[in-house]
Structures are given as structure tokens and as C-alpha cells.
DNA sequence: GCCTTCGGTAAGTACTAGCTTACCGTTCGT
DNA sequence: ACGAACGGTAAGCTAGTACTTACCGAAGGC
């Protein structure tokens, strides 16, 4: 198997063609080949990308007729934004001792 | 400069390690040598690393006499967080009309 | 039954990103 | 002022991943 398996949603985000992908998702379902269509890469591309992105639980897939539909998964979606509430919290709750120090260069 | 350069915070937070980091930091502040004592690696990929979760956005950095501390950004964060609330609004709202047909392998 | 459409898989290639060591600038201590 | 600590940068190597084309199975239309 040439194709990446991802441990973590992180990882099925972290490259922009599944970004894409998961965005065009977003708007509604679509099979394979209408995705093949919108994004400039081949069918078999498309297709190896949404197994990582169905691995990492991202998307679900229904067979309909010869076609596949995919279409986003809330609750991958919810995780990934769970965990993200979790570093955002800790961050605010730990120190803002801070918070008019921003980014500084240097002197 | 052989450094990856992030267009986006997804793309930051696609390595394991970046996401270790932004662990780290979530719970308090730390200086560069004190992340390179806990991950695995060395004190420069700690560096590279940190260019690319600044340049995205998501820490910000002090200095501090001799150390430079960096400390998780919560606008970079919540940045993130609300790009997720949109997919999973629009997964929500666009199409439940398959709530009861989750990942069905086939007939 | 046949052919077409659709999609997943295999094999192979090219590129990129992460790691290392080596080096240099800066700041503090004495 | 000298030395040590801290950290960013450069150069180079390696691994792995995203892409391609070719092939194959499955489901529907005529």
C-alpha cells in the first residue's frame, strides 16, 4: 500500500489537497468523480486521499448505485475542534501574565 | 533555507511533532531548550519548528535574557477553531437526510 | 449478455519536509 | 573583557508521501 495511513485527523489535514477536499464536502455530498472534476488532480489521486480521510473518520462514504458518495462527518469534525478548545483554554486559563507583550522582536 | 514554510495553521499542525510542541506549550511557557529536553529531538529541529508554528501564527515568542520563551497564540488558535465550526455547521445544516446511514460498507 | 461508467488498487517516480551536525551571533556572569 | 549558555541559520541526507498511469472488479443501461 503506497498510500499514507493516518493515525490523527491532524495528520488527514495536514495537506492541502484534503483540505480541499473535506471543503468541498463541507458544501454538500458529492462522489468521487465530481470531485476529480473541481480539483486538479486524477480520479485515483481523489480516491487515496478520501481512504486517509475516512480513516482518520473524517468523512463517511454510501454506495449509491455504481457511484460512492462521500460527504463530511460531524462528529470528526467535532473532535478535532474539541481538542482545539482544550489547547485554547489552557492557554487563556495558564498566564496571561503577558498579555501587552505580544510577539515582540527584539529590544 | 531548507525550512518548510506554513501557508496555513493546518499545514503547521500536520506534524506530530508541531502538535507535540503546541501540547507543550498549551500548559505553560517554555523556553527552546526546555522543548528540546522533552521531545525527542534536537534543539535546532526545535527551532525550525517553532519558525514554522510562529510564522503560522499559532505561538508567539519573548525574549528573555539569553532565552527565547514561546508561548501558544489563542487568536491563532481560535482561528482554527472557528474554520472547524464552519465546516461543521454547513455539514449539519447542508444535509442530515442521512442520519440514520452511517458508513454503510455496501449492500 | 454486452458494454459503459464508476471507483478502488498496484506499481513506480519525483519531490519535499524533517532531522542531523557544524557554525555564528547575542546576552549574561564573573 | 573573557567564557559560557542559549538559540537561530546553513548545508546536506534520508524517508516518506502525493502524484501519475495501468489494471481490475462491480453495478447499471440497452
Known sequence: MATYQADDGWDALGDPTRRA???CLAERPRA???LAEVLPISRPAVSQHLK???DAGLVTDRAA????VYRLNPA???ALRDQLDTYWNRALTGF???AET???EES
Open 21 to 23: 477536499i473535506v471543503a
Open 102 to 104: 505580544p510577539t515582540e
Open 65 to 68: 448505485g455504481t457511484r460512492r
Open 32 to 34: 468521487v468523480g465530481e
Open 52 to 54: 486517509v480521510l475516512k
Open 96 to 98: 496571561q501574565d503577558a
Open 76 to 78: 470528526g469534525v467535532a
